[in-house]
């Protein structure tokens, strides 16, 4: 059995989700990781030093959707398994590889139980299924964070593809939200903003927080649409989903669509003023007060440590 397992980078480093992956998919077989993009090779670097890989395959080309898709079917008919994180790439990626291979996809894997036995969330997480995968080849995307990540303690061969990469897409420019916070779905500690917030103002005192905890920001859908919070600090059914060790809730009630995005959470504690608040009833930690009298103290408070 053989793997062949998209890297996910981004601005030239790899993206810690792909040493998640390396170690969830490690009983399936030798890995080959491949990399695709303009400049791989301090890429392809780190993903050789990755615990569980065997060989490094580098394709350079545009990370367009397109060119990455071609570059994996240049190789996928070697290989068993075909892998990729349930991230944007790899969601935008997996399904082109499936209608050229002519695979169904299993996608959003959180547990692997067997080479083709794997759970996913259903119904915006309401619901996990088992799923058994009869095709004799696999095409699959897991959840990075519901994995722990691969030691860095390897020194895989890193391979040239010498193959040309037809693409009818040109990338021209990436508009981003720099933040020096870490990356929410792959963050140890998460902690997410409602709109009880109440502004862009109170939220600094979340990142004030975030930052003493070495912790990624997030939100809820209203904080967001209340202009309080960037988009991409979305966390639920239609923003990030998030696997954090600790997720600490400020000001959020807990709507069904919330908690699609948090339930890989190990431990939540809750602030919030209402002790019936589904999110303070699922919490294994909750503080019944008012988040403007709290957090300014339990910063202060941890800043003194
Ligand atoms: P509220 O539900 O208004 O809750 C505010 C909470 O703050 C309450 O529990 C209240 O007790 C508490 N509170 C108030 N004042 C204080 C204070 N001073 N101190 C402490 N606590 C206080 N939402 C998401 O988050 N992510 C999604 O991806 C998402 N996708 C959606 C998709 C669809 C199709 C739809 C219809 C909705 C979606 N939503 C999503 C919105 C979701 O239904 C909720 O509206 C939203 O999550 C509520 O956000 P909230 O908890 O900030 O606000």
Do not use: C
């Not at 996809?105 to 997480?125: C, K, L, N």
């Amino acid at each position: 059995m053989s793997v062949l397992l998209l890297a996910d980078h981004d601005k030239g480093e790899l993206s810690p989700s792909t040493a998640r992956l390396v170690a969830a998919v490690s009983a399936f077989g030798p890995i080959d990781v491949m990399v695709v993009a303009d400049n791989p090779d301090a890429i392809a670097a780190n993903a050789a030093a990755l615990a569980g890989v065997s060989k490094v395959l580098t394709v350079t080309a545009q990370n367009t959707s397109e060119s990455v898709t071609n570059a994996l079917l240049s190789a996928a008919g070697r290989y068993q398994y075909v892998i990729a994180s349930a991230a944007s790439v790899g969601k935008d990626v997996v399904p082109r590889l499936a209608a050229a291979l002519d695979i169904q996809p299993v996608t959003d894997i959180i547990e692997i139980h067997g080479p083709s036995r794997f759970t996913r969330p259903i119904y915006a997480g309401n619901a996990l299924e088992t799923v058994v995968d009869p095709q004799p080849k696999h095409l699959l995307t897991f959840r990075a964070s519901a994995f722990r990540p691969a030691a860095s303690d390897n020194a895989a061969p890193v391979e040239k593809l010498d193959i040309s990469i037809a693409s009818a897409a040109r990338f021209l420019a990436a508009h981003r939200t720099d933040s020096d916070t870490p990356d929410l779905a792959t963050a140890q500690i998460v902690i997410g903003g409602g709109v009880s917030v109440g502004s862009a103002e109170g939220f600094r005192l979340i990142e004030k927080l975030g930052k003493t905890l070495g912790a990624a920001v997030g939100a809820t859908r209203a904080a967001v649409d209340a202009g309080y919070a960037p988009n991409d600090w979305q966390i639920g059914q239609t923003g990030k989903i998030i696997a954090p060790d600790l997720y600490i809730a400020i000001g959020i009630s807990g709507a069904l669509q919330h908690l699609a995005g948090i339930q890989g959470a190990k431990t939540i504690f809750a602030i919030n003023t209402d002790p019936e608040a589904p999110l303070v009833k699922i919490a294994d930690v909750a503080l019944i007060g008012d988040l403007f009298e709290i957090l300014p103290q339990l910063t202060a408070e941890l800043e003194k440590l």
